[in-house]
């Protein structure tokens, strides 16, 4: 009698683990493409050279060379390259957060792919929509300020989640703190942008920088499993 239940325990347990390796890679793989994108692009962001702690991170997606949007003169190159980042990254984590989300509770689980979903579609309107003077003019800037507040802001609830669902994710105690703290504070620095506190671009870093912190520290742990299950 107790051996279909072992069974189906074991097999339950062999479909998780396909996904966690799948959830790790997504979850390491993402940031290290946008930060890929983002040092390619602002090596050839020429005149004058592109600066992290002045520029915004979406300049780099502006495909006007020479425009002058609030005080930053624009010209990016490869702005393809940041745009395709952009969208890439959206797309790596959505698809991280879906397989990572089995191991969550069904309310959680829809919460969390609800919100995966949303920085997938805001950050490829942030690759299509741009922050530069035209679209001031013709107001579909609201567009892409919406878009990029959010994609960071729900990213970083993400980050949140998975951090109070330490147990279910076997991340640790440690761990999980450690990604609530860098949710909330990828969420205020974004709250903070035009605060005066620091530069706005610093804060923006921050906000962005944050999520790519969390989802190391989930992606690294769930590999790390997944090797440990193996031997």
Same mark, same amino acid.
């Given at each position: ?19 966690? #390796? $799948?959830? !790790? ?23 004058? $050279? ?8 979406? +300049? ?6 020479? +425009? ?10 490869? @702005? ?7 969208? $890439? ?13 089995? #191991? ?7 919460? $969390?792919? %609800? ?5 997938? /579609? ?6 299509? /929509? @741009?922050? +530069? ?10 567009? @892409? ?13 993400? !980050? ?38 620091? %530069? ?18 989930? !992606? ?8 440990? #299950?193996? @031997?």
């Amino acid at each position: 009698m107790t051996t279909p239940v072992l069974a189906g325990t074991r097999s339950a347990s062999a479909r998780r683990r396909p996904t966690s #390796r $799948t959830a !790790g890679l997504l979850l390491v793989i993402g940031p290290a493409v946008f930060l890929l994108a983002e040092a390619i692009s602002a090596l050839a962001w020429r005149t004058p $050279t592109y600066n992290y702690a002045y520029n915004f991170v979406s +300049d780099l997606g502006t495909d006007v060379c020479g +425009d002058i949007f609030d005080g930053r003169v624009m010209c990016s190159p490869l @702005h393809a390259v940041m745009n395709t980042g952009f969208i $890439t990254f959206g797309v790596l984590f959505l698809v991280g957060v879906i397989a990572t989300a089995p #191991r969550l509770p069904w309310p959680t689980r829809i919460i $969390t792919v %609800a919100l995966g979903l949303v920085v997938g /579609v805001c950050l490829t309107l942030v690759a299509l /929509v @741009h922050g +530069d003077s035209a679209n001031q003019a013709n107001g579909s800037l609201a567009i @892409h300020g919406a878009a990029a507040q959010y994609a960071v802001e729900s990213a970083n609830l993400v !980050g949140i989640i998975l951090g109070l669902s330490y147990r279910r994710l076997g991340v640790g105690l440690a761990r999980g703190l450690g990604c609530v703290v860098l949710g909330i504070v990828g969420i205020l620095c974004f709250r903070l942008l035009y605060s005066g506190i620091v %530069a706005a671009a610093i804060l923006e870093r921050g906000a962005v920088y944050a999520i790519f912190a969390w989802m190391l520290i989930v !992606g690294i742990v769930l590999l790390r499993r997944q090797r440990q #299950r193996r @031997h």
